[in-house]
């Protein structure tokens, strides 16, 4: 039996099957809820199986579903190598996942590949690291820029920069003028850490660096966001965290301080591609979003020997 499938109703199926909701799959298509509805009928028409299990409490995916979810998410990715293949020279689409706080290397690597004469046009998806690593690793991006030490089986992680990690205060904060300041002058009990939920490796960086919060005392401290851990540092005269650099360059947070750590520690910024990524490809993207001058592990500093998180 012969089945014709239309691109548009695969990709209006994998979005509710992400979101589990039509409505929600809507407002990501920015289109109204009834048109998702009629194209995800229509391709269970066509498969003659049902996909979606819907129900008024809830929305999920039959078997069936989970095995076309897969091959649609393919499908998908091969549709758009076909129309960067038709494209051909004249122009780059990088689908790219990434957070705000990384606006300045993502500004850093398009002007790096524009360089090489090849117009590039970034295609850029906000998502957490762990939404990010699954959907490079299901062909809905092509590369991702995560910062900490990151563990994933399917997808090549290729360690492309490193950044200091610095001690973020309130002006008013006793160690807000030090030239650089020793996790020993901190007070433990008023340290901020962001949830692990949204970004797993930055969480884990920050806690192998300061050690776990206790989460008994008053606020729980852990935070959530990192939004939301820089203001609820901003609203403790002794709050602190520590996190990259670039965050707070970044966010443009004027009544927080950037405070050096002393010994200086380096968190290693990653980028995520494909296992399919060939080894001249991945150097390309390395020498675009990565250091120019990469410093290696045990980055030497005036002090001595400072600390790196892989």
């Known amino acids: 039996m012969e089945v014709s499938l239309e691109l548009r109703s695969l990709?209006?199926?994998v979005t509710v099957a992400e979101e589990l909701h039509f409505g929600r799959a809507a407002e990501r298509l920015n289109i109204v809820q009834p048109a998702v509805s009629q194209q995800v009928a229509k391709l269970e028409r066509e498969l003659g199986v049902l996909l979606i299990d819907r129900s008024p409490r809830h929305v999920r995916l039959t078997a069936a579903g989970g095995r076309v979810l897969a091959a649609?998410?393919?499908?998908?990715?091969?549709?758009a190598r076909v129309q960067q293949a038709a494209v051909g020279a004249e122009e780059l689409r990088i689908r790219i996942g990434a957070a705000v706080e990384l606006t300045a290397?993502?500004?850093q690597g398009m002007s790096r590949l524009r360089a090489g004469g090849r117009p590039?046009?970034?295609v850029l998806t906000e998502l957490s690291v762990p939404a990010r690593i699954e959907a490079v690793r299901e062909g809905r991006l092509d590369l991702a820029l995560v910062r900490g030490p990151v563990t994933a089986l399917g997808v090549k992680v290729i360690q492309a920069w490193s950044e200091p990690l610095c001690a973020v205060l309130p002006r008013g904060h006793p160690c807000a003028d030090r030239c650089a300041v020793s996790l020993r002058n901190l007070d433990r009990a008023a340290l901020r850490v962001p949830s692990r939920e949204g970004d797993p490796p930055l969480h884990d960086a920050i806690v192998s660096v300061a050690g776990r919060p206790n989460s008994a005392t008053v606020n729980g401290h852990f935070t959530g966001t990192v939004l939301n851990t820089v203001l609820e540092v901003g609203a403790d005269p002794v709050g602190w965290t520590l996190l990259p650099a670039e965050y707070i360059a970044g966010?443009?947070?004027r009544h927080l301080r950037e405070v050096p750590l002393d010994p200086p520690t380096a968190l290693n910024g990653h980028i995520i591609t494909s296992l399919d990524t060939s080894e001249v490809c991945a150097a390309a993207l390395v020498a675009a979003f990565g250091d120019a001058d990469r410093p290696r592990p045990g980055v030497q500093t005036r002090g001595g020997r400072g600390r790196v998180v892989p």
């Open 11 to 13: 990709r209006y199926f």
């Open 72 to 79: 649609a998410r393919k499908t998908l990715a091969a549709a």
């Open 105 to 107: 290397r993502l500004e």
């Open 120 to 122: 590039v046009v970034p």
């Open 251 to 253: 966010m443009g947070a």
